[in-house]
C-alpha cells in the first residue's frame, strides 16, 4: 500500500450505504476515485428461472421481492404482460384500473419515501431519515389493511384484483393524500434550502441527456437529465391516459435535479392518487375471462362451470397462445420491463425482467469516477437502486 | 491581614489538598457531564425525530450511560493481527487525556477567600492559557491520526487522512480568532479574560454610555466574528456534524475508529463528548463571560455549557455533513481571510479607541 499512489478500497457488500448487497471495488488516488467498478449477483435468486416452472399465477409472489420497496409496482408490470400475452387487457373492469393506479402511485411515494430517507442519511442528514420512515410506515398499514402483508403484497391478479378494497381504505388513503404534500414541504424545509445540502448536490454526479440516453437511463434520472419520457404518458397503460399530471422534467442532470424531480413526481403522484379517488365506483375487481380469473366462491360451490374452472386454474393455470410480448411500466424508479414468451404450455418459455435499476446503475462509474469519495455515496443514493432488482 | 494567594509556597499542605480536591470535584463532574450528554443527546435527537429515544433502561432511560458503559466493558478487545499493536492502544490515551486536561485552565467561579487566603476557582492559571487550550486541542488530532494509521484498515486511513486534512483547514482560523480575544484583553489567562468581560459593557466603551448598566462587557458583543468563527471551528475541532469527516459513518465505517472494540472504543466515544464540554467551555469563557452571571459562579458556567451542548446536538439532528473539500475551502478561502480581517480591525479600533 505504501509503495501503490492508487489504493483500492472495497466498498461492500458489508458497508452502510451500498443499499443492500452492492459491492463497489474503488480505485482511490487519496479521496478521488480513479475507477469504479460495481459488482452484483450477492443477491441472485433466479426469479426468471423459477418461473419458467410455475404456472403465469403462481409468479406473481415472486415478483413482490424484485423491488421489495415497490412490490405493488412489480405486480402490475407483470400481471399487465400477462394479460397482453393473453390479450385480455381491454377486459379489465374500470374499478381494477383504478385501484391499479391508486395503488401504483401508493407504491411510487413508498419507494420514494425510502429512497429520500436513504439518500439524506447518506449524505448525513438524519433526521429526514425518520421523517420519511414515519410517513412510509402510513403507507405499509394502508398496505396491511388492502393486501394483508407490509411489504410482499400479492395484490394483483391476472384479470384485476385478488380482492376488492377493505372498507373504509378509502378515507384512510384520502387522508393520506391530502396530508403527504405538507410533509414533503417539510423535507424540502430541511434540505432544499440548506446550503451543505445543495454543496453536496449540486453539480454532482452529472449525467447529460446524450449519455442518459446511450446508458438506457429510466425514470426519474433520466427526466433530470432534459429527457422528456415518461411511459405513463407516453406509452399509458392502465388507463393512465384519464389523469391529468405533470411529467416533471429537469435540465442540470446533477443529483441536485434528480432530488428535486423526485420530490415534484411524490406531488404529482397525490394528485393522480386523489383524481382515482374521485373516480372509484363500485364495480366488478376481475375481468370477465372464466378460464383465467378464478371465479367467485358461491360459483364454484353452485355451479359445475364455477367448480370445474376453479379446477383446472389451480392444477393446472392456463394456457396463452405461443407468442411473445413486452410490457413495460413506469416503476418509481424507471422503465420495468417483462418480457414473455410462451410455447403454448401452462408455464412461460422464458421470462425476462428487465429491473430500472440494474440498467439504471450502469451510470454509476461515468458519475463518479473523477469525483471524491463522499461523491459516491451521494451517487449510489441519488440513483435509487434496490438490489433485489439488480440481481434478480 | 489581607487575604493572600494561596500558593505551594506559603502552604504547602493546604494547597495539595486544595488542589486534590479541586481536581476530584471537576473531573467527576466532567466524567458526569460527558456520560450524561450520551443519554441527553439520544434524547433531544428523538424527540426531534418523534421518537423516544432510551426509555427501558431505568426511568426514561437515565441508566441508559451506565449499561452502555458496563456493556463495552465486557466486550471482548479486539486487536486487529494486522494492526501496529503500541499504537494502536496508545491512540484511543492519546485522544483521552488532552481532552480531559484542558478543563484544568477552566475558570469555574470567583476566587474564594478561606482563612486568609484567595483560592481561586480553577484548577490552574496558566498565563498562556489559550495556548494550552490549543496545543491540547492539536495534540488530541495525533490521536485520530494515529488511530487512523495503526489500525491497517483503509477506512480507518482515510478517515485519519482527514482528520490531518481537517486540522490545518480549522486551526489556523480558530486561533486567528482568538487573537482578536487576548488583544481586546491583553492577557492569554482565561482568568483574566472572564475578568475582563465581567466589567459593565457602557464603562468598557465610553461612546455606549447610554447603555444600562447590567450589560456586561462579553466579547460576544465586541467579537461577534470571531465568536462565529470559534464556535464553526469548535465543531469541526470534536468531528461532530457537519465536519464529522474523519467518522463519517455512512461514507468511511466510523473512519478512524472501525477496528476499535470495547473500552478503547469507549474512550473515543467519551474523549468526543469530553470535547464537546471542553469547547462549549472555552466558547463560554472567551465570548460568553465564563462563570459571570445571575447565579452562583460554576452553576452559571454550567447553563451556559449546556446551552451550547443543546446546541451542537440540534445541528446534529439537522444539518447534512460536509465533504473534505468543501471544508478545506470553507477553511482556507474564508474563514481564514474573515479572521484576519477581523484581527485587522480589531487591532484598528484598539488604537483609536487609546
Known amino acids: 500500500m505504501a509503495h501503490n499512489e492508487i489504493m483500492t478500497v472495497n466498498m461492500g457488500p458489508q458497508h452502510p450505504s451500498t443499499h443492500g448487497v452492492l459491492q463497489l471495488i474503488l480505485e482511490l488516488d487519496g479521496e478521488t476515485v480513479v475507477k469504479a467498478t460495481p459488482h452484483i449477483g450477492f443477491l441472485h435468486r433466479g426469479v426468471e428461472k423459477l418461473s419458467e416452472h410455475r404456472t403465469y399465477h403462481q409468479t406473481i409472489p415472486l415478483t413482490d421481492r424484485l423491488d421489495y420497496l415497490a412490490p405493488m409496482s412489480n405486480n402490475l408490470g407483470y400481471v399487465l404482460a400477462v394479460e397482453k400475452l393473453l390479450d385480455i387487457t381491454d377486459k379489465i373492469p374500470a374499478r381494477a384500473n383504478t385501484v391499479r393506479v391508486m395503488l401504483a402511485e401508493l407504491t411510487r411515494l413508498k419507494s420514494h419515501l425510502v429512497w429520500l430517507a436513504t439518500h439524506a442519511l447518506d449524505i448525513g442528514a438524519m433526521t429526514v431519515f425518520i421523517y420519511c420512515f414515519r410517513e412510509r410506515e402510513a403507507i405499509m398499514d394502508i398496505y396491511e389493511k388492502i393486501s394483508g402483508a407490509r411489504m410482499t403484497s400479492n395484490y394483483f391478479r391476472v384479470g384485476g384484483l385478488s380482492a376488492d378494497l377493505p372498507a373504509g381504505i378509502t378515507d384512510d388513503i384520502r387522508a393520506f393524500a391530502v396530508a403527504m404534500p405538507d410533509h414533503i414541504e417539510m423535507y424540502e424545509g430541511l434540505l432544499t434550502g440548506n446550503k451543505i445540502w445543495q454543496k453536496r448536490t449540486m453539480g454532482v454526479g452529472c449525467i447529460d441527456a446524450a449519455a442518459a440516453i446511450d446508458i438506457g437511463l429510466t425514470g426519474p434520472a433520466l427526466r433530470s437529465s432534459g429527457v422528456d419520457w415518461d411511459l405513463r404518458r407516453d406509452n399509458p397503460y392502465s388507463g393512465y391516459e384519464d389523469y391529468d399530471f405533470e411529467v416533471i422534467t429537469r435540465a442540470e442532470g446533477d443529483t441536485f435535479a434528480r432530488y428535486k424531480a423526485r420530490l415534484d413526481e411524490m406531488r404529482e403522484s397525490c394528485k393522480i392518487i386523489n383524481q382515482a379517488l374521485d373516480k372509484l365506483a363500485p364495480g366488478p375487481i376481475l375481468a370477465d375471462c372464466p378460464k383465467v380469473c378464478l371465479p367467485p366462491k358461491k360459483d364454484v360451490v353452485n355451479s359445475i362451470e364455477g367448480l370445474i374452472h376453479q379446477f383446472k386454474i389451480i392444477t393446472e393455470g392456463f394456457k396463452p397462445e405461443a407468442g411473445e410480448v413486452y410490457q413495460g411500466i413506469e416503476a418509481p424508479k424507471g422503465e420495468l420491463g417483462f418480457y414473455l414468451v410462451s410455447d403454448g404450455s401452462a408455464q412461460p418459455y422464458r421470462m425476462k425482467i428487465r429491473p430500472p435499476s440494474f440498467v439504471n446503475l450502469q451510470a454509476l462509474p461515468q458519475m463518479v469516477e473523477g469525483s471524491l469519495l463522499a461523491d459516491v455515496i451521494a451517487a449510489i443514493g441519488t440513483l435509487d437502486i434496490v438490489l433485489g432488482e439488480i440481481d434478480r | ?354
Open chain 2, 1 to 354: 491581614m489581607d487575604p493572600v494567594l494561596l500558593s505551594f509556597s506559603n502552604d504547602p499542605l493546604l494547597f495539595s489538598g486544595v488542589m486534590v480536591l479541586k481536581i476530584i470535584v471537576t473531573f467527576s463532574v466532567l466524567m458526569g457531564i460527558v456520560a450524561y450528554a450520551t443519554w441527553v443527546e439520544r434524547k433531544v435527537i428523538g424527540h426531534m425525530q418523534t421518537r423516544l429515544g432510551p426509555m427501558e433502561t431505568g426511568w426514561h432511560g437515565l441508566l441508559q450511560p451506565i449499561a452502555d458503559g458496563l456493556k463495552l466493558f465486557f466486550k471482548e478487545d479486539i486487536i486487529p493481527a494486522e494492526a501496529s499493536k503500541v499504537s494502536f492502544v496508545l491512540a484511543p490515551v492519546m485522544i483521552l487525556v488532552p481532552a480531559l486536561i484542558t478543563i484544568a485552565v477552566v475558570p469555574f467561579g470567583p476566587d474564594l477567600v478561606i482563612g486568609g487566603y484567595i483560592i481561586p476557582q480553577q484548577i490552574t492559571d496558566l498565563n498562556i492559557g489559550i495556548l494550552f487550550v490549543l496545543a491540547m486541542a492539536g495534540l488530541g488530532i495525533y490521536g485520530i491520526v494515529l488511530a487512523g494509521w495503526s489500525s491497517n484498515s483503509k477506512y480507518s486511513l482515510l478517515g485519519g487522512i482527514r482528520s490531518t486534512a481537517q486540522v490545518i483547514s480549522y486551526e489556523l482560523a480558530a486561533g486567528l480568532s482568538l487573537v482578536a480575544v487576548f488583544m481586546l484583553g491583553e492577557s492569554l489567562s482565561l482568568r483574566d479574560i472572564v475578568a475582563v468581560q465581567i466589567q459593565p459593557l457602557n464603562q468598557v466603551a465610553g461612546f455606549l454610555g447610554f447603555l444600562p448598566e447590567w450589560i456586561p462587557n462579553w466579547h460576544i458583543f465586541s467579537q461577534p466574528v470571531a465568536f462565529v468563527l470559534f464556535v464553526i471551528c469548535g465543531m469541526a475541532e470534536i468531528n461532530r456534524t457537519p465536519f464529522d469527516l474523519p467518522e463519517a459513518e455512512t461514507e468511511l465505517v466510523s473512519g478512524f475508529c472501525t477496528e476499535y472494540s470495547s473500552m478503547k472504543y469507549a474512550m473515543f466515544f467519551m474523549a468526543e463528548y469530553a470535547n464537546m464540554v471542553i469547547i462549549s467551555a472555552i466558547a463560554v469563557t472567551l465570548f460568553l463571560g465564563g462563570w459571570h452571571g445571575p447565579f452562583a459562579g460554576s452553576v452559571n458556567l454550567l447553563i451556559k455549557i449546556f446551552g451550547f451542548m443543546f446546541f451542537f446536538i440540534w445541528i446534529r439532528a439537522t444539518w447534512p455533513r460536509v465533504r473534505y473539500d468543501q471544508l478545506m475551502f470553507l477553511g482556507w478561502k474564508v474563514f481564514l481571510p474573515l479572521a484576519l480581517a477581523n484581527v485587522m480591525l480589531t487591532g484598528l479600533v484598539v488604537v483609536l479607541l487609546q
